[in-house]
Every structure is written in structure tokens, then in C-alpha cells.
């Protein structure tokens, strides 16, 4: 305080080069300083040069030197430099004044960032300076976040001492009643301004270990320019976490999540066990020709319900092709099992839209009291009755981000992949609204109360060569479940008998389960016999 008061009385009464040399360090080069560190300090976050930056804050530092003496430097808390530059040359390897560095540290504490400074650098200055005393200094600092260290830029008293010597007894009361107004005067104003950076700082602090953007709340604080920059930081915050609402639109929100938190997004990925779910709406070409251009409006209804489904059981959508949506579930450390978060979401999916098929139905009968529906009508009430199949598979499958630096996607790549796609198909043949693999079933049945799992077939699809069975999850919360699972116990015996080639007892079972898919196994048997060397495995044709 005593180092700052003299300075303080120097610029007050006596030479009008203190004034100018104090102000040029408080109002101009220490700004310019610290705003070269941040501007600095966002380019360390995107390329991590630290060396070149540090470079780049000495040099502009060293612009503004005026005298012999000129020093900036940078230290963290421990006194360890983070860089110096000095205009007499003197070298430094740490900043070794204690008592200033504890000083520091206590205003630090107390939440004091900044202010003015006075250190003595006398060893250093006997060894680099020819005997020269220009070891005393005095300046301002302030402390940066991000690069965590104090921002120093000082002067020699050596330089200056030559203008505070006419300072005379005459104004020694001046001095002692503007010493008592300026410290009432400062520890008010100081109190008034660090309440609310106080507050500030621990919201941005709070912030910042959530690492989520929240809007400060300023409500109570004064109108300053730290409270000016809160609101322009809130505007700030608020544009961004628009900005973030706008682009999980367009990405998956485990890729948002993780450019969020990293700040970068890269060429990576790597081998997860995921599962996969495809959907895909059937009949889609006579929609389109039907409904033309508002198949659009009819695409989004469905989506909407869809892709918050999918969302709902903790999985993300990983495209949308057309008619087609690719679902992928474990990319969340969920705590719940993915198999059953993606049957969930298959099965939501499909009663939603049956849920819509029910209204279009509704509103068909409200018409017809009054009249019937012309030929046109009929068409685009069929066009839509979304019906839609949902195929499930899971295991090893690559994912992450492919492309190039230009433009990249994140994606889904395996055998699975194709395999999910591939049963989706199949639910067309065997008149089944959610087909899974064994996969799937090995995953959800031994932990879930919820679904009994039927198999329906071995099929070898087209571009494979070996069998695979697959299976039909029945939702047991659903009404109507007891008289679903009735009929599937005599299904099983049915698909027994076929599989050891007794078609005969196969088809007498097969009529008695009263199931549209097997209807399936009828039209395929016919009133054949198995056929020699008859495996059990059906190959699919097409794809």
C-alpha cells in the first residue's frame, strides 16, 4: 500500500511524466497485454502451440517498452514464469520476490485479480545490470484465466525516482487526508465491484465444471462495465446454445455432446458393440406417386414421432434415407441394457403408428356419414396408412467419424448394419411388424420380464452362406398378449415339425396357431414333402 501511495502522490503532485507513464501502463500496454494473452490463449485451444504463443506475447509485450528498464513478464502462483521480456536485457529465471508473490496470492484468495504491484528484483539486477540499481519495480498486474498466470508490465523505479524527489514537506497534510480519502474511497468501491465479480466468477467457475453455457444472473448487480460484460457474455451464451440447438438437428447428439466438450471434432472411430435398428415404411413408392410432393408433410409426422422414440430410449439416429431410419443404441453409458432400449423404441414405433392408421380411420367413417370418398380420395387415404417393419441387430460394428476435414459424417459400418436392414426386410415376408436376430435375443431375454422371444425361422439370406434364426420379441405389456402367446406355443411345434422335416404335422399345426405368418410356411410347403437332405434353413431370393 505504502509502494502504491507514493506512486499515487508522485502522480498527484509532481511531474506530469509519472502521470503519463502510470496511465500508459494502467489504461493502454497492460490492456493490450492481456488482450493479446486471450486472443492467444483461444489460438493454444485450437492448435495447442504453446510455444508460438508464448513467442507471440513476448514480442507484442516488448512493442510498448519506453525506458531502459522496461519489463512485462508472467508467472503462475508458485512464482514459476510463464514468460519475461525485459528492454535492459536482464535475465530471469523465476520471480523471486516472496513477500510480493504472497501478496498476490492472498489478494488472489481474497478474489483480487488485479491492481498494482512493486517487486524487487535486486539480485537479478546486480547480475545482469553492471552494478546499475534498477532492481526495485513497479507496475500492474492482473490475472488471466485459461493460461492461469498474472500479467506483469513494470517499470524500474530507477527510471522514475528522478521525478518523485520533488516532492516537498509543504504537502505532507495534502498527502495524509488524500491518503485517508482514497483508502475509505478504495475499500468502498472495492467492495461494490468484487460483490459482483464475485459473483460473476463463480457462476462462470460453476459453468465451466458442468461445461455447459448458463446465462448469469445480473439481476442485482450495479450498472458498471463488469455488469456490461456479463450481459454481453449471457447474449453471447444464449446465441451459442442456439447455435448448439440448431446444429443436434442436423448431428447426432453423442457427436454434439462430444464437440461440446472437447471443442473439436476428428477423422476417428473405433470397434463398439452396438445394436442396430432399421425401419422402413412400406409400399413407399405408391405413396409417393400418390401423394407426390406431400409425402413430405406425411414423412415429418411420422419422423417426428419416430426420432423422439428413438431419443426417448437413449439412442441416436445415425441417418435418414428416404423412407428408411438407421437407430443406433449404445453409444450412451446408459446404465440399461441397449438390445432392450432399441425393442422398446421398435415397438413405440410401431404403435405410434398404428396409433395414426387408427385416426385416419376415424376420420374415413366421419366422412362416409355424410357421404363416400371419390376415387381420388381413396387413394390418398391408402397412401396414408403408414405400416412400417422394424429390423434389429446387434454386435462388433466400427463407429465414428469418416470423410475428410472439409466435410465428415458419423456413421455406422458392419455386417450388423446390413443384417438389421436385412431383417426389416423379411418382416414384409413373414407379416411380422418387429423381426430381431439371436443376437438380440441372447441380450434382452435372460434380464427381461417384459418380452418373450418365438423364433420364426432359419433363413440364409442372398450374399450369405449360412443360416440365421431369427425371432419375434412379443411385447407381454401389450392387451392381448395371452392369446398371442397361446397361439405361438402351438407355432413352436409347428416350426419343430418343419424343421425335422415332418411337414405333414408341421402343416396341421401351422393352421391350428391361426397366425398370418403361418401362412407363410403353408404357401411354402404346399402339400409337399420335405425335400431330401432337407436342413431346416429357408434361402431368401431377394434381398
Known amino acids: 500500500m505504502s509502494n502504491f501511495m507514493t506512486n499515487l502522490i508522485s502522480i498527484q503532485m509532481t511531474q506530469r511524466q509519472v502521470i503519463e507513464l502510470t ?36 514480442s507484442s509485450a516488448a512493442e510498448d517498452f519506453s525506458n531502459p528498464n522496461s519489463l512485462a513478464l508472467a508467472f503462475d502462483r508458485t512464482g514459476k514464469l510463464f514468460f519475461y521480456i525485459s528492454a535492459s536485457g536482464m535475465q530471469l529465471s523465476s520471480f523471486s520476490d516472496e ?51 498474472f500479467l506483469v508490465r513494470a517499470e524500474a523505479r530507477v527510471d522514475t525516482d528522478k521525478f518523485s524527489h520533488k516532492i516537498t514537506l509543504i504537502i505532507s497534510l495534502i498527502i495524509i487526508l ?16 468484487f460483490q459482483s465479480i464475485s459473483s460473476i466468477t463463480q457462476s462462470l467457475y460453476d459453468m ?29 451464451s444464449v446465441s451459442v446454445n442456439n447455435l448448439l440447438s440448431t446444429f443436434q438437428k442436423f448431428v ?37 406417386e400418390t401423394l407426390g410432393n406431400e409425402i413430405i408433410d406425411l414423412l415429418n409426422v411420422h419422423y417426428n414421432s419416430v426420432i423422439h422414440d428413438v431419443h426417448k430410449m437413449n439412442g441416436v439416429v445415425g441417418s435418414i434415407i428416404g423412407d428408411a431410419i438407421l437407430a443406433i443404441f449404445g453409444t450412451y453409458n446408459s446404465g440399461t441394457i441397449k438390445s432392450a432400449e432399441a425393442i422398446d423404441a421398435g415397438w413405440e414405433i410401431t404403435y405410434v403408428t398404428a396409433e395414426l392408421r387408427r385416426k385416419m380411420k376415424e376420420q374415413r367413417k366421419k366422412i362416409e356419414l355424410t357421404r363416400k370418398l371419390t376415387d381420388a380420395e381413396e387413394r390418398v387415404y391408402k397412401a396414408v396408412l403408414l405400416d412400417i417393419g422394424v429390423g434389429i441387430d446387434g454386435g462388433t460394428v466400427f463407429y465414428g467419424n469418416i470423410g475428410s476435414d472439409e466435410h465428415m459424417t ?23 411388424p418387429v423381426i430381431v436376430s439371436e443376437y438380440i435375443k441372447k441380450e434382452v431375454a435372460p434380464t427381461s420380464d417384459r418380452y418373450k422371444f418365438y423364433e420364426i425361422d432359419t433363413i440364409q439370406v442372398k450374399g450369405k452362406t449360412e443360416g440365421k434364426k431369427i425371432f419375434y420379441p412379443l411385447d407381454t405389456f401389450d392387451d392381448g398378449h395371452k392369446e398371442l402367446e397361446e397361439k405361438f406355443e402351438v407355432y413352436e411345434k409347428a416350426l419343430a415339425a418343419y424343421y425335422d422335416g415332418d411337414w405333414k404335422s408341421a402343416r396341421k399345426f401351422f393352421k391350428l396357431s391361426d397366425l398370418e405368418v403361418s401362412k407363410v410356411f403353408l404357401e411354402r410347403m404346399g402339400l409337399k414333402s420335405a425335400p431330401a437332405n432337407w436342413s431346416g434353413i429357408w434361402t431368401m431370393t431377394t434381398k
Open 208 to 236: 465451466q465444471q458442468r461445461s455447459k453455457l448458463e446465462v448469469i444472473n445480473i439481476d442485482d448487480a450495479p450498472n458498471d462495465d463488469v455488469t456490461y460484460m456479463a450481459a454481453s457474455f449471457n447474449t453471447l
Open 410 to 432: 458419423n456413421t455406422v459400418i458392419g455386417d450388423n448394419v446390413n443384417s438389421a436392414s436385412r431383417l426389416e426386410g423379411v418382416t414384409r415376408v413373414y407379416h411380422l
Open 23 to 58: 496511465n500508459k501502463l494502467t489504461v493502454t500496454q497492460l490492456k493490450d497485454i492481456y488482450k493479446n494473452a486471450q486472443n492467444q490463449y483461444q489460438v493454444y485451444s485450437y492448435k495447442h502451440n504453446k510455444n508460438e504463443c508464448v513467442q507471440a506475447m513476448e
Open 99 to 149: 513477500e510480493c508473490l504472497a501478496t498476490l496470492n492472498g489478494n488472489f484468495d481474497k478474489g483480487i485479480r488485479e491492481g498494482r504491484i512493486s517487486f524487487d528484483l535486486s539480485e537479478q539486477a546486480k547480475k545482469n545490470t553492471k552494478g546499475k540499481k534498477a532492481g526495485e519495480y513497479f507496475g500492474v498486474y492482473k490475472y488471466i484465466e485459461g493460461w492461469n498466470v
Open 178 to 193: 488524500l491518503t485517508c480519502l482514497f483508502v475509505v474511497l478504495g475499500i468502498y468501491m472495492f467492495k461494490k465491484i
Open 252 to 288: 447426432s447428439k453423442d457427436v454434439v455432446s462430444k464437440a461440446y466438450t472437447d471443442h473439436t471434432i476428428r477423422l476417428e472411430g473405433k470397434q463398439r458393440e452396438l445394436t442396430i435398428l432399421f425401419s422402413d415404411i412400406k409400399s413407399f413408392t405408391y405413396r409417393t
